[in-house]
């Protein structure tokens, strides 16, 4: 399984940056996919994740509103739409795929990860 992402780069509050990330691998659409990101000094965190099919997905509170996750079963990829970026949602942005069925959107539950694009909010 290779993940990898683009899309990252300089970007003013309030306006808008689109994630793609392109995975290989012949069962794609049995995995749960995940965009999570880590800003300097800081943890990785969650920030959306999508069921197998695209049918349900998940939001951390901070980008709720503002960030929407999509998904191509047919292409493998999983976007990530970021409008009214905030300074705050500066960081290096990874998706990340689960391949062994977690329960859960924990970073730790995730199986492989893409190498990160930097997303930067100048305000």
């Known amino acids: 399984v290779q993940l990898q992402a683009s899309g990252g780069g300089l970007v003013q509050a309030g306006g808008s940056l689109r994630l793609s990330c392109a995975a290989s691998g012949r069962t794609y659409s049995s995995w749960r996919m995940g965009w999570f990101r880590q800003a300097p000094g800081k943890e990785r965190e969650f920030v959306a994740g999508i069921s197998r099919s695209g049918s349900m997905t998940s939001y951390a509170d901070s980008v709720k509103g503002r960030f929407t996750i999509f998904r191509d079963n047919a292409k493998n990829t999983v976007d990530l739409q970021m409008n009214s970026l905030k300074p705050e949602d500066t960081a290096v942005y990874y998706c990340?795929?689960?391949?062994?069925?977690?329960?859960?959107?924990?970073?730790?539950?995730?199986?492989?990860w893409g190498k990160g694009t930097l997303v930067t909010v100048s305000s």
């Open positions: 990340a795929a689960d391949v062994l069925s977690s329960s859960t959107w924990n970073a730790d539950g995730m199986d492989y």
